[in-house]
């Protein structure tokens, strides 16, 4: 793992159980505010060995989402394409794509703690710590078959400007996926039309072309809901929605 950033000193604290409840997933989601993107990457290292249980407690299909909506549009031979997953985290993203063929893969993400849990999967050949938005984006340009970013493309986290830097990532008619959730408790912050308008801003421009559009009602348990409210809410207000972008770079 190459480190260009250390920040392992946690204000963050989330204690660590085995026996994690939704309520406990639900807690650690609602004390991540900060709209500071350091502090937001300091709380996933105090999260990252209750990460991937906490997330499955509240049903986040993000990745399904995401590597679903790539496979179904992509006709290559996986095994030969090299992916970069940016905001990898734990690797949850590669872990899946590993079922569906894949095999190389190049990971970026913020913090060190779920870089460590990335590498323990034994998935990624080159794994980088950057805070991007303030870093740039550690990976060459027109390098990568497939660019993938889930779960990370908001307020706080992945600033909207990183769009064009995943692009320049991608090889020439290389794939560039994006998931990202819908989060209703949260007050109103613009981020998916400011979003929606750098994709297509950037079609006009002719670097790349919509490949694919996948929404869903479930991309997981709605974590600002009011903990007290959740066993009265109707189903469909227990979930948030989500989308999944699928972007083919243009090939000239
Ligand atoms: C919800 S997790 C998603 C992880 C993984 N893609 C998945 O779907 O399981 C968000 C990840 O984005 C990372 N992250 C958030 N903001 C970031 C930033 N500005 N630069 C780099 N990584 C960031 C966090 O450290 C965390 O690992």
């Not at 500071?36 to 509240?58: C, I, T």
Request: with cysteine; glycine share 8%.
């Amino acid at each position: 793992m190459q480190i260009s950033q250390t920040s392992l000193q946690s204000k963050f604290p989330v204690m660590s159980d085995s026996c994690r409840t939704e309520d406990d997933a639900r807690a650690a989601f609602q004390s991540c505010k900060s709209p500071d993107p350091k502090d937001r990457v300091q709380f996933y290292d105090s999260w990252a060995e209750n990460y991937e249980k906490d997330h499955s407690l509240m049903s986040y299909r993000a990745p399904d989402l995401a590597v679903n909506l790539l496979c179904d549009q992509f006709s290559g031979s996986p095994e030969e394409v090299l992916v970069l997953d940016v905001a990898c985290g734990s690797g949850w993203v590669a872990k899946l794509m590993v079922e569906r063929g894949f095999k190389h893969f190049m990971g970026v993400d913020g913090s060190k703690a779920m870089l460590e849990l990335a590498a323990e999967t034994g998935l990624y050949q080159d794994l980088r710590l950057a805070l991007l938005g303030t870093e740039p984006l550690p990976a060459q340009t027109g390098m990568f078959d497939v660019v993938i970013i889930v779960g990370a493309l908001d307020a706080g986290f992945v600033p909207v400007s990183v769009v064009r830097e995943l692009c320049a990532a991608a090889k020439p008619g290389g794939f560039v996926c994006m998931a990202r959730g819908d989060h209703r408790g949260k007050p109103v912050d613009g981020y998916k039309q400011d979003l929606e308008l750098q994709l297509q801003l950037m079609e006009e421009e002719g670097l790349w072309s919509p490949a694919g559009l996948r929404q869903t009602d479930r991309y997981m348990e709605d974590p600002h809901l009011d903990r007290e409210r959740v066993e009265d809410v109707q189903p469909e207000e227990r979930y948030i929605s989500g989308t999944a972008y699928l972007y083919k770079k243009a090939s000239h």
